[in-house]
């Protein structure tokens, strides 16, 4: 029997397959989204109501040019789907002054002229009361920071896209065949022209890629003080505590809370399907006493809390590129937990990946060669 043949097959239709699917499916290609859970969904890493995007770039300034592109793509998406999925309320990124969140933070905006400006704690205090910094901190304040809905655009993508959408089938495998692709699932195989990884936490089992799952917690914690974490009166930020601990956190939005995390939370690395999916007093512990210290009042009892996956490359940078060995499949993967910001721009790239081999982007920093 002759099977169904797509010019693309994304695997994996979470933040940057539902993106990819929307950008191939764009440019009038025959398109397939094959995910193992729903669009969306609570198993993967783009779930819990919100995620931070902002111009300044710590991580590496060379995400700036890619920003920029992700807010205009955002922007486009919202205008199509006819609802607000970025909510801009400026961004704080603070620590003590010589650390990688504040100084590689204004470096972004010294390098990329982007308008910013630097706050001390007490400053910080006044204009944002819930906040309290260190006195040895320093803060950047961005002003075109703010948050996404990562389900809502999720679903804008995937719903927008027009693509065929096959949900609750998990891809076992798949193989070159000729200039194309074979892909198996539980319920069979389909083939195509092109194949698009973008498994998310599952990349290294089936891209074959250095991606190394790793369980996170969010809490929402009761403010005794909800006025204070409203949108208007509170950016969202990332807090550098010393060289090892970062944390980051957002105001209340839906679930009427505080909501914050630590990166790398308790360090649980392994197999996606081994980690621990429930929350426990620990997770808790950890991030209340942050929240204790640094906001005094957002620390109460935790309203919800659920836990995530990151899902981190070798040096914690996305990997975009088509794989050396069959250029026909293109993988997005390693987003290391703070690749949400970018799908639209990631979605853009791995079409142009996927259908012309190339990108005008600049993602030389990202490419797979850099890891030997
Ligand atoms: C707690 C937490 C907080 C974060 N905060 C931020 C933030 O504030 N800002 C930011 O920019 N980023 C943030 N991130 C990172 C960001 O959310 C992720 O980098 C991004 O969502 C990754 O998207 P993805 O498409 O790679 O993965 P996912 O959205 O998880 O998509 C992968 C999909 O592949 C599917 N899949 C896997 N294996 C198979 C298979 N064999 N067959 C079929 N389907 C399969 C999965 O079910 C899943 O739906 C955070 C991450 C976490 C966990």
């Known amino acids: ?44 890493s783009s779930h819990g109501l919100t995620r931070i995007i902002r111009l300044a770039y710590y991580e590496h300034v060379a995400y700036v040019p890619l920003l920029r592109r992700a807010y205009e793509l955002w922007g486009g998406l919202e205008a199509e789907a006819g609802e607000r999925l970025l909510h801009v309320t400026g961004s704080i990124d603070a620590g003590p002054p010589d650390q990688l969140v504040f100084s590689g933070s204004l470096r972004s905006c010294e390098e990329h002229g982007l308008p910013h400006e630097l706050l001390d704690p007490a400053e910080v205090a006044r204009r944002f009361p819930a906040y309290r910094l260190d006195p040895s901190h ?28 096959r949900t609750g089938e998990r891809v076992l495998g798949w193989e070159p065949v000729g200039e194309g692709v074979r892909v198996r699932t539980e319920r069979g195989e389909v083939e195509a022209e092109r194949l698009v990884l973008t498994a998310g936490a599952w990349m290294g089992e089936l891209a074959g890629l ?17 006025e204070l974490f409203e949108p208007d009166r509170f950016p969202v930020f990332n807090l550098q505590v010393d060289e090892e601990e970062r944390y980051y956190g957002f105001p209340a939005f839906e679930i009427p809370g505080f909501k914050l995390g630590r990166y790398h939370h308790l360090r649980e690395g392994g197999p996606p399907d081994e980690l621990d999916r429930e929350p426990h007093q620990e997770d808790e512990r950890v991030l209340r006493e942050f929240a204790a210290r640094y906001f ?25 590129d088509r794989l050396p060995d069959a250029p026909q499949v293109v993988v997005g993967g390693g987003f290391s937990g703070h690749g949400f910001k970018f799908c639209s721009v990631v979605g853009e790239i791995l079409a142009d990946l996927a259908l012309d081999g190339d990108t005008r982007h600049e993602i030389g920093f990202l490419r797979l060669a850099r890891l030997g």
């Open 1 to 44: 029997m002759a099977r169904e043949r797509w010019d693309a097959i994304v695997v994996g239709v979470g933040g940057m397959g539902s993106a990819a699917l929307y950008h191939l499916a764009r440019r009038g290609k025959r398109v397939l989204g094959l995910e193992r859970f729903g669009v969306p969904n609570e198993l993967g």
């Open 138 to 165: 320093l803060a950047v304040l961005q002003p075109d920071g703010g948050f996404l809905l990562p389900e809502r655009c999720i679903a804008a993508h995937a719903q927008l896209s027009g693509a065929e959408l």
């Open 210 to 226: 250095p991606v190394v799952a790793e369980r996170q917690v969010l809490a929402w914690l009761e403010p005794s003080r909800p």
């Open 296 to 320: 005094p009042d957002g620390a109460g009892p935790a309203l919800t809390l659920k836990t995530c996956l990151f899902e981190n490359s070798p040096d914690e940078h996305f990997l975009l």
